[in-house]
């Protein structure tokens, strides 16, 4: 997921040839808004931490670009294209390192398991929208 500060900051483009020229296949993506009761329910594993306010706040405040992306080992090879949470720490070349600008705005989301994954997925997107 491309998320809010990113899209507003005219990342998208950038971002997705980044994507694409390290081998992923776009399955399916599509542009939206997450409501407010929407961000919430998509973080709600993080219910319990003190940032879950404030994550819901900034993700239900722009637009995001959801997609589902495959390639051999998809989760792990995505982990390493986007960088670490905190751009500070992400290495150089990487999704965070180039276009975030905090731990809290960080540019991305990506699945930590393929079971998120597959989740995941299936919380923005149908059957019919996978390619």
Known sequence: MIKPDAVANGHIGGILAQINEAGFRIVAMKMLRLSTEKAGEFYAVHKERPFY??????MSSGHIVAAILEKD?????FRKLIGATNPANAEEGTIRKKYAESIGRNAVHGSDSDENAAIEGNFFFSGLEKF
């Not at 080992?73 to 090879?77: G, L, P």
């Open 53 to 58: 306010g404030e994550l819901v706040e900034f």
């Open 73 to 77: 080992n998809a989760v792990e090879e």
